[in-house]
């Protein structure tokens, strides 16, 4: 992740300085970067000079201390809170007053980062999205102690490099790994309770819903073992909220190892010669998934608008920039229709009786008054 950080920053002009305390990553970096250079080159995407320029741009170094010079580092190392303390701690001793000191960390509190620091409103969230030179989201995460000019240079900035950044709360998953939650927990709900099989459910949210991928096809891709420990790291962080419940199914998968694609079997089978099932094409039953699914996710987008994570623009484009929604949350609840959206999630609350399932109060409120989101 750091590699492709550091790739962004030095195509926008930047000179970059990557450090890794395991050599052969430094390694492996140097020549990741390398060869995407070439390959960009080869496709005509970039040319020779400037794929020449962006590597002497970029420098290898073997010590922290090298970053003296820095006006902005960027961390990606290990996702340990411990670790990632230390390293901000130490840098503190070495960067100029004025350098901006950023995690790109994924589930950890950007406040509890920069609690390990003297002059913590210095420290703030830019968390990209892998690959970082192809996805063009970037969340911005200020934490309560965050100066606000630190907030709008680190934005400026990642702007500047040509990104879409959204501005976002110091909250469990930011608006990305909260919002997405449900397009993969409800589809195993829906599994668990036998109503439609892992290519059927995928089949329903990429035919119905339009979405590039379905759920099962998705985790299988991004790897179990990383989509089940985010979902119970959000669970824990929202104090065990059963909206975020992870589920046995994927537990046991990732217990057993069946993280996906990378390990050659997840909830499919991709050992040479295996055969993809089949899903049941059944429109009505499309519909039912698809329609559960895109409320439960609304139900999430409106109760982050509810608590003042993001504004409905930089919610939406959070979905459809990071993680390819066909279209944003907010959007699409308004061409449903908000009565209908509540109608559904009324309709599962009164049949569960789980909390999970209580319709957001915001949604309540404008469907209520005939309201949209534009
Ligand atoms: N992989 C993703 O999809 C993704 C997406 C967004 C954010 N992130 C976040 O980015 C960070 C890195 O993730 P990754 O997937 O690239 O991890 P990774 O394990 O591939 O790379 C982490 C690197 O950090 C190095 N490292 C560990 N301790 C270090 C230290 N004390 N000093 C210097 N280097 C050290 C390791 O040698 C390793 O090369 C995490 O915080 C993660 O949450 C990852």
């Not at 550091?6 to 930047?14: E, F, L, S």
């Not at 010590?63 to 670790?83: M, N, Q, R, Y």
């Not at 608006?175 to 089949?203: K, L, P, Q």
Request: charged letters at 25%.
């Amino acid at each position: 992740m750091g590699a492709g950080i550091a790739q962004v920053a030095a195509t926008a002009g930047h000179q970059v300085l990557i450090f890794d305390n395991n050599t052969a990553a430094l390694d492996k970096a140097r020549s990741g970067l390398d060869s995407t250079l070439k390959k960009l080159v080869e496709k005509g995407k970039l040319a020779e000079q400037s794929a020449a320029e962006i590597a002497g741009r970029t420098k290898y170094v073997s010590s922290l201390a090298d970053f003296k010079d820095c006006g902005l580092v960027i961390e990606a190392i290990v996702e340990d809170l411990g670790v990632k303390q230390q390293v901000f701690a130490e840098l503190e001793g070495i960067v100029a007053e004025t350098c901006i000191l950023a995690s790109n960390t994924s589930s950890l509190s950007i406040a509890s980062i920069g609690s390990a620091c003297k002059k913590a409103e210095r420290v703030i969230g830019i968390h990209f999205f892998n690959p970082a030179p192809l996805m063009p989201l970037v969340e911005i995460i200020p934490a309560i102690l965050t100066a606000e000019q630190v907030t709008k240079a680190s934005k400026e900035l990642v702007d500047q490099w040509g990104k879409v950044t959204v501005l976002t709360k110091d909250t469990p998953g930011f608006i990305v790994n909260r919002v997405a939650r449900s397009f993969y927990g409800e589809s195993i709900r829906i599994y668990e309770e036998g109503i439609a099989d892992f290519a059927t459910i995928d089949w329903a949210m990429r035919s119905v819903g339009g979405f590039k991928m379905g759920p099962f096809e998705l985790m299988d891709f991004i790897g179990n073992d990383i989509n089940y420990k985010v979902t119970e790291s959000v669970w824990t962080q929202f104090f065990y909220e059963p909206r975020f419940k992870p589920s046995l199914t994927q537990k046991r998968l990732y217990e057993a190892k069946l993280f996906g694609r990378k390990t050659g079997r997840g909830y499919y089978n991709y050992a040479e010669g295996a055969v993809m099932p089949k899903p049941v094409e059944v429109e009505e039953l499309g519909k039912a998934i698809f329609y559960r699914v895109i409320s439960m996710l609304i139900n999430e987008a409106v109760d982050s608008l509810h608590l003042g994570l993001a504004t409905p623009k930089d919610l939406d484009l959070a979905m459809t920039k990071g993680v390819n929604y066909p279209k944003g949350l907010l959007k699409w609840a308004d061409e449903i229709g908000l009565q209908i959206v509540l109608n559904i999630l009324s309709g599962l609350y009164e049949e569960y009786q789980e909390d999970r399932y209580r319709p957001s109060v915001l949604l309540k409120r404008m469907a209520k008054e005939g309201k949209t989101f534009y």
